[in-house]
């Protein structure tokens, strides 16, 4: 790896925000591309800060300040990573964090990966209501819904949220995806998705093929 990439790992583990910002410029202008810097030094702090959360040795305070280092790192790279992607317009997706739910980090990662793919994104934030996802849907036409939800108590405001766009006579329109540490295929399936990712680039992958089927049928 590359030390400067090992340098911030660590900087995010201990959110130092400070350190992060500096790195990130640091890194880029040692021509360090953005996709490396979210894969191998940004996602794998956050991985580590998730584990100590879990062995109870990180509590909210040193997480949020992890959280807020990793968006420093995020607000730099986003018009770079988009930068070098093709800008095609693809289609519109409305993506939020379910209701309850307030982690965006990864959903943030979604939303600037998809709008790299070319797709106009409107990103509805975090805690969304299914009422709040079907309006929006509604008003932009949109191609996708994209779901994001972190904690195994708010998955289930996934399936709702499908239920009221089914409800409202517009699932047939609409392509749902879903996705969140805790969401897996099966889950997917079982909540009538017509898809799932596991990572930001796979979403976009994803969504890009759904759509093109979807104009093909
Ligand atoms: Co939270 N939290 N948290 N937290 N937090 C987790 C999720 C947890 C696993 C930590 C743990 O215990 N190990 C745990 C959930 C346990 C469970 O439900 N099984 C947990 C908990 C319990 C909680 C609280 C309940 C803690 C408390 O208050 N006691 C609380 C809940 C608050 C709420 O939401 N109502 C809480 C609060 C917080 C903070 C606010 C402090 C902060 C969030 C800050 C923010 O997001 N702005 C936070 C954080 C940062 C985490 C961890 C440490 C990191 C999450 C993260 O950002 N990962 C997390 C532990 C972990 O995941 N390792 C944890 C990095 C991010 C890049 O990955 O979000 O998985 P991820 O996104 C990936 C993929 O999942 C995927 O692509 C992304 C990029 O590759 N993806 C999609 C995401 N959405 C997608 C949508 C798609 C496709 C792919 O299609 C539409």
Redo the contacts with the bound molecule.
Sequence with gaps: MVPILNDMCQAVIEGNVIAVKELTEKALAQGVPPGSIFREA??PG??E???R??AEE?F?PE??L??QA??TATEILKPLALESQATRPLGRVV?G?VQ????????N??AMMLEGKGFEVIDLG??VPPAQFIAKVKDTKADIL?????????MQKMDETIQALQDDDCRGDTIV???????NQEFAERIGAD?????????AR?AEELVTRRIGA
Excluded at 146 to 154: F, G, N, P, R, V
Excluded at 195 to 203: P, R
């Design positions: 940004l996602i956050m991985d800060v998730g584990r959360m879990e990180y909210i997480v949020l992890s959280a990793m968006k993506i964090t309850g739910d307030l982690h965006d980090i990864g959903k990662l979604v975090t805690n994209a779901l994001s939800a972190l904690l195994t108590t708010t995806m879903v996705g969140g540490a805790p969401v898809g799932f990712a596991a990572d930001a680039g796979g979403a994803l």
